[in-house]
């Protein structure tokens, strides 16, 4: 006798889907640790190659100006566009005092923590139109540099700093715009940077993101800041890098809170820090792509940074500033960002 075939019960088909669900979960997370080994790989490679870029072609010109190739290096500073940022030459503004590192409207200028103020919002063509309300929420999640802000501080150069400075094809960077996307809507052409400098504002976009907020070209003159490493909490990085950092034991006079006294006690040397961004001319001489780093979100600043060493003495000797490393926009060496990688793994 034929017996008629049976079909699946719904008891069967519940459980089917319920174990293509459990897969496809696994498989989601797999496929998502896959990618960020992938990102932390591809980090350490990046900052191994734009280091090897830049001294191959540091080598090449042979000890003459570097050809402009740091021009338009970001600053990391955020800017008032009403007033220039400036101070007394030689001296220094550290966190916590400075109270830049909340990014809810501190101390401006400040080291860069991302776009805070949302009063007026627009897209990059200026138009008011688009999913404003998206746009100010992506403002306020802007945190630019993070964490590692709080180990950069501000330091205000001397003449001479300039003049070194400009040695290595460092004089003029980008400021970032503090309170909104568009220089339009701050009074641009009234701004010190316009009628004192002559300067007209490039980059811009819609400033939701840290790698399109605006960014003002500026001509560095005596008193303007740059960011500095802070000494007293980036021991690693100097060592890392293969730079002096005397032994701190039984040294008396040194403060963490005044990180100063380690340059002025003679621990080490200054190390000026910028951003590798998208109109760097290293950036756009020497990479197809813009080297972007993608264990970051999009809130976070993704660019490269770009150390420098700041000796004392005179400037127009071509010795006394020198470039000497990379880092993630975490602060990370390459060694830092390899040993992640490996311990991640």
């Not at 640790?33 to 932390?40: G, T, V």
């Not at 940077?193 to 907020?213: A, E, F, I, K, N």
């Not at 950092?245 to 039984?250: M, Q, V």
């Not at 600043?301 to 470039?323: E, H, I, P, S």
Request: aromatic share 10%; glycine share 10%.
């Amino acid at each position: 006798m034929q017996t008629q075939k049976q079909g699946f019960t719904l008891i069967e088909l519940i459980l089917v889907v319920a174990v293509v669900a459990i897969l496809s979960v696994i498989a989601i997370g797999k496929f998502s640790d896959i990618r960020k080994e992938s990102a932390r790989k591809a980090n350490v490679a990046n900052i191994k190659n734009i280091f090897r870029t830049i001294n191959t072609e540091i080598v090449r010109v042979d000890g003459d100006i570097y050809k402009g190739m740091f021009a338009y290096a970001e600053a990391l500073i955020d800017v008032d566009g009403q007033k220039a940022p400036s101070g007394s030459p030689g001296t220094y503004a550290w966190m916590p005092d400075a109270g830049w590192y909340d990014g809810a409207g501190g101390t401006i200028p400040g080291i860069y923590c991302g776009i805070k103020q949302t009063a007026v919002v627009e897209n990059a063509s200026g138009a008011t139109t688009g999913s404003i309300a998206a746009l100010a929420d992506a403002h306020e999640n802007n945190v630019g540099l993070d964490a590692f802000a709080a180990k950069l501080g501000m330091y205000y150069l001397t003449e001479k700093e300039v003049a070194s400075l400009k040695d290595v094809g460092v004089s003029i960077v980008s400021y970032h715009n503090y309170s909104n996307a568009q220089s339009k809507n701050l009074g641009w052409n009234s701004s010190v940077w316009y009628t004192g400098y002559g300067l007209h504002s490039t980059g811009g976009g819609p400033g939701h993101r840290p790698d399109l907020s605006a960014c003002y070209p500026v001509v560095l003159t005596n008193g303007m800041p740059v960011a500095v490493l802070n000494p007293a909490a980036c021991e690693s990085i100097y060592r890392d890098l293969g730079l002096e950092y005397a032994s701190t034991y039984n040294v008396s006079g040194l403060s963490s809170t005044e990180p100063e006294t380690y340059f002025a006690k003679g621990i080490c040397q200054r190390l000026i820090v910028l951003g590798l961004g998208r109109d760097t001319e290293t950036n756009t001489k020497f990479f197809e792509n813009q080297p972007r780093c993608m264990t970051l979100d999009k809130t976070h600043y993704r660019n490269y940074l770009l150390v420098f060493q700041l000796n004392n003495g005179q400037g127009n000797q071509g010795t006394t500033a020198k470039f000497v490393g990379v880092l993630d926009p975490a602060g990370n060496t390459a060694k830092q960002a390899q040993y992640n990688a490996d311990w991640a793994s």
